[in-house]
Nanobody, 120 residues
Framework: QVQVVESGGGLVQPGGSLRLSCTGT????????MAWYRQAPGEQRELVAA???????DYAVPVSGRFVISRDNTKNMTMLQMNRLKFEDTAEYFC??????????????WGQGTQVTVSS
């Protein structure tokens, strides 16, 4: 069994910063890919950023240059540093981990989500 838990959301003014964290626990052998998605009300869930086990990163165009994704493989953790936040960054943010479990199966696990609200 694997659990993925996010933390760090909240209310921030435009131009401010927030840092999200996500940790995977349980029957994990490795995590080839960690990613952050977001979903605003009435919108589809979209990829924000992703990072491979080797540290290669990929960013959505709207956040490129403002957000930074990182990971700590020793702790099965990923972080999303969000800078220069804009109103349009308001959304529920979800962490997703592509986990290879102890039996060699690749399964994607999702966190429960954390709300980020950018408001003045």
């Amino acid at each position: 069994q694997v659990q993925v838990v996010e933390s760090g959301g909240g209310l921030v003014q435009p131009g401010g910063s927030l840092r999200l964290s996500c940790t995977g626990t349980g029957t994990i052998k490795s995590i080839p890919r960690m990613a952050w998605y977001r979903q605003a009300p009435g919108e589809q869930r979209e990829l924000v950023a992703a990072i491979s086990q080797g540290g290669g990163t990929d960013y959505a165009v709207p956040v490129s240059g403002r957000f930074v994704i990182s990971r700590d493989n020793t702790k099965n953790m990923t972080m999303l540093q969000m800078n220069r936040l804009k109103f349009e960054d308001t959304a529920e943010y979800f962490c997703a981990m592509d986990v290879i479990n102890l039996w060699g199966l690749l399964v994607t696990y999702w966190g429960q989500g954390t709300q980020v609200t950018v408001s003045s």
